[in-house]
C-alpha cells in the first residue's frame, strides 16, 4: 500500500513535468535532452544540496514508482508509434519511446541500489547483456560475481543511500543493432553504517545499451563507464 500511495504522489508531482516531456517530443526532430520533472532540479556540478535523512529512505520507492510509470509509457509510445507509421508523427513517438524506455532501465538499476528496506542485487541480471563491463572510476567488473563483491562489500558501507539523475541525454550508436549511448550525471547521498555520517558525491556516466524486444524484456546494459564529478564527502 505505501509504494501504491507513493506511486500516487510520484504521477502527480510530476504531471508538469511529463507534460513538457511530451510536448517536447511532438516537436523534436532527434533524440535530445530530457527535460527533468520539477521534483528533481538541476543541481550543479560543483555544489550539491543534500537532502533529509528521510527523503534519502524514502527516495527509492520513488524509483521503483517511475521505473514502473515510463515502463508503460514505453509501451503506450510503442503502440502510437505503429498506428502513426508513415505520418510526421512517427519519428517523435519512437524518440518518446526511447526515452521512457531507458529511462525505465535506469530506475530498475537504481531501485537496486537504493532498496535499503530489501538489499539485494536481485534483478541485475534481467539488465546486464549476456557480455558486460562496469568500469567504476577504474574498477573494473565484468561478471555478476564481481559486481556482489562491490555492491556487498565497498557499496555496503552506506546501504541507506539514493541517486538523482540529471542532464539525461541519448545518442543513437547503430539504429540497425539497436545500440544506444546514454550520458547523464548522478547526484549520491548516503549514510555511513560505521558512523551515521551523511555523505555526498556527484558522478558522471556513459552507458551502452541495448534496446531489445519492448514486448518481450528489458533493455540491457552492455557497458558503464563512471567518473567521478564531485568526490564522496561529509557534509
Same mark, same amino acid.
Given at each position: 500500500?505505501?509504494?501504491?500511495?507513493?506511486?500516487?504522489?510520484?504521477?502527480?508531482?510530476?504531471?508538469?513535468?511529463?507534460?513538457?516531456?511530451?510536448?517536447?517530443?511532438?516537436?523534436?526532430?532527434?533524440?535530445?535532452?530530457?527535460?527533468?520533472?520539477?521534483?528533481?532540479?538541476?543541481?550543479?556540478?560543483?555544489?550539491?544540496?543534500?537532502?533529509?535523512?528521510?527523503?534519502?529512505?524514502?527516495?527509492?520507492?520513488?524509483?521503483?514508482?517511475?521505473?514502473?510509470?515510463?515502463?508503460?509509457?514505453?509501451?503506450?509510445?510503442?503502440?502510437?508509434?505503429?498506428?502513426?507509421?508513415?505520418?510526421?508523427?512517427?519519428?517523435?513517438?519512437?524518440?518518446?519511446?526511447?526515452?521512457?524506455?531507458?529511462?525505465?532501465?535506469?530506475?530498475?538499476?537504481?531501485?537496486?541500489?537504493?532498496?535499503?528496506?530489501?538489499?539485494?542485487?536481485?534483478? #541485475?541480471?534481467?539488465? *546486464?547483456?549476456?557480455?558486460?563491463? +562496469?568500469?567504476?572510476? =577504474?574498477?573494473? !567488473?565484468?561478471? &555478476?560475481?564481481?559486481?556482489?563483491?562491490?555492491?556487498?562489500?565497498?557499496?555496503?558501507?552506506?546501504?541507506?543511500?539514493?541517486?538523482?539523475?540529471?542532464?539525461?541525454?541519448?545518442?543513437?550508436?547503430?539504429?540497425?543493432?539497436?545500440?544506444?549511448? #546514454?550520458?547523464?550525471? *548522478?547526484?549520491?547521498?548516503?549514510? +555511513?553504517?560505521?558512523? =551515521?555520517?551523511? !555523505?555526498?558525491? &556527484?558522478?558522471?556516466?556513459?552507458?551502452?545499451?541495448?534496446?531489445?524486444?519492448?514486448?518481450?524484456?528489458?533493455?540491457?546494459?552492455?557497458?558503464?563507464?563512471?567518473?567521478?564529478?564531485?568526490?564522496?564527502?561529509?557534509?
Amino acid at each position: 500500500e505505501g509504494i501504491e500511495n507513493y506511486f500516487s504522489l510520484t504521477i502527480q508531482m510530476n504531471q508538469r513535468g511529463r507534460a513538457e516531456l511530451e510536448a517536447s517530443a511532438k516537436e523534436s526532430k532527434e533524440i535530445t535532452d530530457v527535460r527533468m520533472p520539477e521534483s528533481m532540479p538541476p543541481i550543479t556540478t560543483t555544489e550539491i544540496v543534500p537532502i533529509t535523512t528521510k527523503e534519502i529512505k524514502e527516495e527509492y520507492l520513488g524509483q521503483k514508482a517511475m521505473a514502473t510509470w515510463h515502463e508503460i509509457q514505453a509501451k503506450a509510445a510503442l503502440q502510437a508509434e505503429e498506428k502513426a507509421k508513415g505520418s510526421p508523427e512517427q519519428k517523435a513517438l519512437h524518440n518518446e519511446y526511447l526515452r521512457h524506455r531507458f529511462l525505465s532501465l535506469l530506475n530498475f538499476y537504481l531501485d537496486i541500489l537504493d532498496n535499503h528496506e530489501n538489499r539485494s542485487s536481485k534483478g #541485475l541480471e534481467l539488465i *546486464l547483456a549476456n557480455e558486460f563491463l +562496469l568500469d567504476f572510476n =577504474g574498477l573494473k !567488473m565484468s561478471s &555478476k560475481k564481481e559486481f556482489d563483491g562491490w555492491f556487498y562489500g565497498r557499496a555496503a558501507a552506506a546501504p541507506v543511500c539514493s541517486h538523482r539523475y540529471e542532464e539525461f541525454k541519448i545518442t543513437p550508436l547503430d539504429v540497425t543493432a539497436g545500440t544506444y549511448e #546514454l550520458k547523464f550525471h *548522478l547526484v549520491w547521498n548516503g549514510i +555511513l553504517k560505521a558512523t =551515521g555520517m551523511q !555523505m555526498v558525491g &556527484k558522478t558522471f556516466h556513459t552507458w551502452t545499451v541495448l534496446e531489445g524486444d519492448p514486448k518481450r524484456e528489458k533493455a540491457k546494459i552492455q557497458n558503464i563507464l563512471v567518473k567521478s564529478v564531485v568526490d564522496f564527502k561529509a557534509v
